[in-house]
């Protein structure tokens, strides 16, 4: 079996390349109508131009799974700003999509935890289907709107958990077809473990991205090992190989809290259960070094007796 290692949206080892420059409202607003598109303009083409150097890098250093930033264009789901963000920058995100389509990369995008379908507040619905379709957007204006994925958690429980996956089934309706196709479920470390998330996932349809950590701090009342196939089965209809999300805690007092890097003494039960399974996989690091934890985590699994590092971002097990 194979496992290719990735990373989240920005390199460590490059220079000045974060892909989410910010412009706030309170900034914009004290702007006039000319500085404040400009501002708009210049932001986004710097986290455009810094996403293709950080494809760039995976290219050269062999990394097929990536996640882009949500943040690439400032202030674009804010009611009072919303702007043709794909009609100023189209050629700029087709040159990225190009590319990674070119070296058969894996995409994806996880917007932040306040895209939810659990809330009883309509206008919080109305965001979440809002933030949504500008990640499709993103991906479509790369040419990926058929192979990127959206990934995001259940939600709240609100004090009744029955009550909010309930209002999950019936909100996510809101969501056009086009953009539910890619979306992804994941389990996640406070609130909705994994069993309760993987029966949303075999029900609706829905890939899940299984989060170990979070399992870890967060376990199902059926043990992660039984689920494992389960999980991996979810991904068959959308026809990608299981994304698996990696990371390791600071410490059992920062048990939720994310290491620079990843504890191989961690992963070790994990991994011998993935192994066993023998499904491909892609593990899609979380560690707060991002590329330097990807590819080290590589390296120090290639290190393993009976495991070959067959590029500069997979092995072969």
Not at 68 to 75: A, N, Q, R, T, Y
Not at 125 to 142: C, G, P, Q, R, W
Not at 225 to 244: F, H, M, N, Q, S
Not at 248 to 267: G, T
């Amino acid at each position: 079996m194979r496992i290719r290692f990735g990373f989240v949206s920005q390199s460590w080892t490059l220079w000045e390349a974060s892909p989410a420059r910010a412009l706030t409202y309170t900034r914009y607003k004290q702007m006039s109508a000319e500085e404040g598109r400009e501002k708009l303009l210049s932001v986004t083409r710097e986290n455009l131009m810094n996403t293709l150097r950080t494809i760039y890098f995976c290219i050269a250093h062999e990394i097929k799974v990536f996640r882009f930033s949500s943040s690439i264009v400032p202030l674009a789901t804010h009611p009072d700003v919303k702007w043709d963000f794909v009609k100023e920058f189209g050629d700029e995100f087709k040159e990225i999509g190009d590319l990674v389509k070119r070296y058969g990369m894996r995409s994806s995008f996880h917007p932040n935890q306040f895209t939810l379908f659990t809330s009883d507040k309509p206008h919080i619905t109305e965001n979440a289907v809002i933030d949504m379709v500008y990640h499709y957007d993103m991906l479509k204006a790369m040419g990926l709107e058929d192979q990127g994925t959206i990934n995001i958690h259940v939600g709240g429980a609100y004090g009744n958990k029955e009550l909010a996956v309930e209002r999950f089934r019936e909100n996510l309706k809101q969501l056009p077809d086009e953009v539910r196709a890619r979306m992804t479920l994941e389990n996640d470390d406070k609130t909705y473990t994994t069993e309760e998330t993987l029966v949303l996932c075999e029900e609706l349809g829905i890939p899940l991205a299984f989060d170990y950590h979070h399992e870890y701090a967060n376990p199902s009342s059926m043990s992660w090992e039984e689920l494992l196939p389960r999980v991996y089965a979810t991904w068959k209809d959308i026809g990608i190989i299981p994304k698996i999300h990696i990371s390791s805690p600071i410490s059992e007092k920062k048990l939720r809290h994310h290491a620079d890097f990843v504890d191989l003494q961690f992963l070790m039960e994990f991994l011998k259960v993935v192994v066993g399974l023998g499904q491909d996989v892609d593990f899609m690091v979380e560690a707060k070094r991002k590329d330097e934890a990807a590819l080290q985590l590589c390296e120090d699994i290639a290190k393993i007796r009976g495991v070959k590092r067959i590029t500069g971002g997979a092995v072969e097990w």
